[in-house]
């Protein structure tokens, strides 16, 4: 039926670190959470696959531009090797062909705007590349915006707070407005909390956070406040629901590895809803970024997502809402 649109995955980073270290490893088949195969049974429609920069990590080894290009050309290579399966897309006339034709669609995105180094010619570069969203930070503070205090041990995020008083900077501005202008999807995912209310009250058409939950039921600080929940909502904007433990149940609250459930998905879905109606609510399981520890185990498992909305009473309308009619309806309207 192809009915999942999942806006984030960091599976072609996965690809060619492990590449990197000289595995064998590709989107056909792999060990990964997410590959053609997997997608397939789990029915989707499309995945935005990130470009993601790892700015701790890489700075000092190479410049931050050319990790994100390197990633693109594992995105590129391997997605263009499967035509009759994936369909690479840049407008939401694409999925459309893609759909009819059959296939899956790929949409490319960027995770950690340090890539751009501060230059609005190297954004417009990415953007010809194909990039349709875009974060303003990951975990570091960069030349556009400040993220929240996240203290990090490697991946492991440590130390957590909001930051309130540091927002975008006079470039990040500059950013917003060329993206609105190009047709790239604002994405406030990993912005600190001042940063996402610069956001809400300077953006003019729809933006998103690709894979945030949502804080009233977890107090991460990758979390939305029902206040921001709210913001997204008024401006059209659609959340991506997470999967990963840390952002679905406080880690206080697990007892054991599996005592984070597809059950509290479906709990951080109905809160959105409840604070920002049916529209603002979409998926972002951040597969291949996160150890989910529970039912869906990969790609592959989200009809076990779908059974339990089902089971906790939604109807066949709001569940394709959910699961991709929301975030279709931005991208056309944005891309």
Same mark, same amino acid.
């Given at each position: 039926?192809?009915?999942?649109?999942?806006?984030?995955?960091?599976?072609?980073?996965?690809?060619?670190?492990?590449?990197?270290?000289?595995?064998?490893?590709?989107?056909?088949?792999?060990?990964?959470?997410?590959?053609?195969?997997?997608?397939?049974?789990?029915?989707?429609?499309?995945?935005?696959?990130?470009?993601?920069?790892?700015?701790?990590?890489?700075?000092?080894?190479?410049?931050?531009?050319?990790?994100?290009?390197?990633?693109? +050309?594992?995105?590129?290579?391997?997605?263009?090797?499967?035509?009759?399966?994936?369909?690479?897309?840049?407008?939401?006339?694409?999925?459309?062909?893609?759909?009819?034709?059959?296939?899956?669609?790929?949409?490319?995105?960027?995770?950690?705007?340090?890539?751009?180094?501060?230059?609005?010619?190297?954004?417009?570069?990415?953007?010809?590349?194909?990039?349709?969203?875009?974060?303003?930070?990951?975990?570091?503070?960069?030349?556009?915006?400040?993220?929240? @205090?996240?203290?990090?041990? %490697?991946?492991?995020?440590?130390?957590?707070?909001?930051?309130?008083? @540091?927002?975008?900077?006079?470039?990040?501005?500059?950013?917003?407005?060329?993206?609105?202008?190009?047709?790239?999807?604002?994405?406030?995912? @990993?912005?600190?909390?001042?940063?996402?209310?610069?956001?809400?009250?300077?953006?003019?058409?729809?933006?998103?956070?690709?894979?945030?939950?949502?804080?009233?039921?977890?107090?991460?600080?990758?979390?939305?406040? +029902?206040?921001?929940?709210?913001?997204?909502?008024?401006?059209?904007?659609?959340?991506?629901?997470?999967?990963?433990?840390?952002?679905?149940?406080?880690?206080?609250?697990?007892?054991?590895?599996?005592?984070?459930?597809?059950?509290?998905?479906?709990?951080?879905?109905?809160?959105?809803?409840?604070?920002?109606?049916?529209?603002?609510?979409?998926?972002?399981?951040?597969?291949? %970024?996160?150890?989910?520890?529970?039912?869906?185990?990969?790609?592959? +498992?989200?009809?076990?997502?779908?059974?339990?909305?089902?089971?906790?009473?939604?109807?066949?309308?709001?569940?394709?809402?959910?699961?991709?009619?929301?975030?279709?309806?931005?991208?056309?309207?944005?891309?």
């Amino acid at each position: 039926m192809m009915r999942i649109a999942d806006m984030h995955c960091d599976t072609i980073y996965e690809i060619y670190e492990r590449r990197a270290k000289g595995e064998e490893c590709g989107i056909l088949e792999n060990s990964l959470h997410i590959d053609l195969g997997k997608m397939k049974r789990g029915d989707y429609l499309l995945q935005n696959f990130a470009l993601f920069v790892p700015k701790g990590d890489i700075e000092g080894k190479m410049p931050l531009p050319e990790y994100a290009f390197r990633l693109a +050309d594992v995105f590129f290579t391997e997605m263009r090797k499967y035509p009759d399966q994936i369909g690479i897309v840049k407008s939401y006339q694409d999925i459309e062909e893609n759909r009819k034709k059959g296939r899956m669609s790929a949409m490319l995105t960027m995770e950690e705007g340090a890539a751009c180094e501060g230059k609005l010619e190297y954004l417009r570069i990415f953007y010809e590349l194909g990039v349709r969203m875009f974060t303003f930070t990951w975990n570091h503070p960069t030349e556009l915006a400040w993220p929240n @205090h996240v203290i990090m041990h %490697g991946f492991q995020a440590g130390f957590c707070e909001p930051d309130t008083e @540091h927002g975008l900077t006079e470039k990040g501005f500059e950013f917003l407005e060329e993206m609105e202008r190009i047709g790239m999807i604002l994405d406030v995912s @990993h912005l600190g909390d001042k940063g996402i209310y610069d956001v809400i009250a300077h953006a003019k058409k729809p933006f998103v956070a690709s894979h945030s939950n949502a804080r009233a039921l977890c107090g991460h600080v990758r979390n939305l406040t +029902d206040e921001m929940i709210r913001g997204i909502a008024q401006k059209g904007g659609v959340i991506g629901m997470n999967f990963a433990p840390a952002f679905l149940r406080d880690e206080k609250d697990w007892g054991s590895p599996k005592a984070v459930s597809v059950e509290d998905v479906v709990r951080h879905i109905r809160h959105m809803i409840q604070v920002g109606g049916m529209e603002c609510v979409g998926l972002g399981s951040d597969l291949d %970024g996160c150890k989910i520890s529970f039912e869906i185990e990969s790609a592959a +498992d989200m009809p076990l997502l779908i059974n339990c909305l089902e089971k906790n009473g939604f109807t066949a309308s709001q569940i394709d809402k959910i699961c991709f009619e929301n975030v279709l309806r931005l991208y056309k309207e944005v891309l």
